[in-house]
């Protein structure tokens, strides 16, 4: 049972469109959530993170939206380039509770030129 | 500039066979992970280690062992591969003990149990 649900799977949007991936959580105790991207046949990278006693957090064209009473959390990509085409992953972490993040299932964008 | 090098990028084995995934990090990094990738599933915590000679167990630890016997260097061990641990294998360093720095994951090993 996996305890960040993330949706969709797979997303194709039009360059300059808006993406949006979803994440969702359980675990009241997580207090911290980043967003991994993952170019094909790399490591996943640290893209942008968020702690809950935010809302929102904009970093370019890439904005975490943060909704604590739904216990949901969402990636915005303004924008969409091409070159954004990759695997987005959101995770959340306890901070009392070590350093095991706990990784959503993943979403495939692609951006169509 | 970040390093974590992992030592093959394929690898094909057969059941039955003990299997070392091998992951070097030249950050003198205190914390090191082992995830396995999967479709629809993400990455899940296999082992991790906040120290020399220290192992925690993640999420999916059954089947797995670890060692790390040099800061640098953190070994995933398959004491008897089977077909059920084919998958992409990522190894993470991350500094000091504050959670909330990022996790620095080398390019993956692609595991085939034949």
């Known amino acids: 049972q996996q305890q960040v649900k993330q949706s969709p799977q797979s997303l194709i949007v039009q360059k300059g469109g808006i993406s949006i991936i979803n994440c969702a959580y359980e675990n009241t105790a997580f207090d911290y959530f980043p967003w991994y991207q993952q170019f094909p046949g790399k490591g996943p990278a640290l893209l942008i993170a968020i702690r809950p006693d935010v809302s929102e957090k904009k970093e370019g064209r890439f904005t975490i939206s943060f909704n604590k009473s739904a216990k949901q959390f969402s990636l915005h990509i303004m924008d969409s380039q091409p070159g954004d085409s990759a695997t987005y992953f959101c995770?959340?972490?306890?901070?009392?509770?070590?350093?095991?993040?706990?990784f959503g299932g993943g979403t495939r964008l692609m951006v169509k030129p | 500039d970040v390093k974590v090098t992992q030592s093959s990028r394929y690898l094909v084995k057969r059941t039955g066979e003990k299997v070392f995934l091998e992951c070097v990090q030249d950050m003198d990094h205190e914390n090191m992970f082992w995830y396995r990738q999967d479709p629809g599933l993400g990455l899940r915590l296999i082992y991790f280690s906040y120290d020399v000679k220290m192992k925690e167990k993640g999420d999916i630890p059954e089947g797995y062992s670890v060692s790390r016997e040099k800061k640098e260097r953190f070994s995933l061990i398959l004491e008897s591969a089977s077909t059920n641990q084919t998958s992409m294998y990522l190894c993470a360093g991350q500094t000091g003990r504050n959670s909330n720095q990022p996790q620095h994951f080398g390019d993956g090993t692609r595991l085939s149990i034949l």
């Open positions: 995770a959340a972490l306890n901070n009392n509770a070590g350093n095991m993040l706990t």
